[in-house]
């Protein structure tokens, strides 16, 4: 993990997305939520789908939430402008 590492346009609009929570049902958005949570596991929680889905309904790779670390590190984003 890299302490002084910043999250990209991309990680931020993957905040952005997940905000309170949400299942990941894209592949690459998948891979960006791991990425991010290895890097700053401070700013997500990965966890497991929230949703409860039929069995030939397509299911998502996970959860993610927003920790209030992330949360904080948003809000400064929008009063830093």
């Known amino acids: 993990m890299e302490e002084t590492y910043e999250p990209t346009a991309t990680d931020i609009y993957l905040m952005r997305s997940i905000g309170d929570g949400c299942d990941i049902f894209s592949p690459r958005m998948a891979l960006d939520v791991r990425e991010l949570w290895h890097r700053r596991p401070d700013l997500i929680t990965r966890c497991d789908p929230m949703g409860r889905y039929?069995?030939?309904a397509i299911h998502p790779y996970c959860?993610?939430?927003?920790?209030?670390a992330g949360c904080a590190f948003l809000a400064g984003l929008k009063t830093s402008k």
């Open 54 to 56: 039929d069995a030939v």
């Open 63 to 68: 959860g993610a939430v927003l920790t209030a």
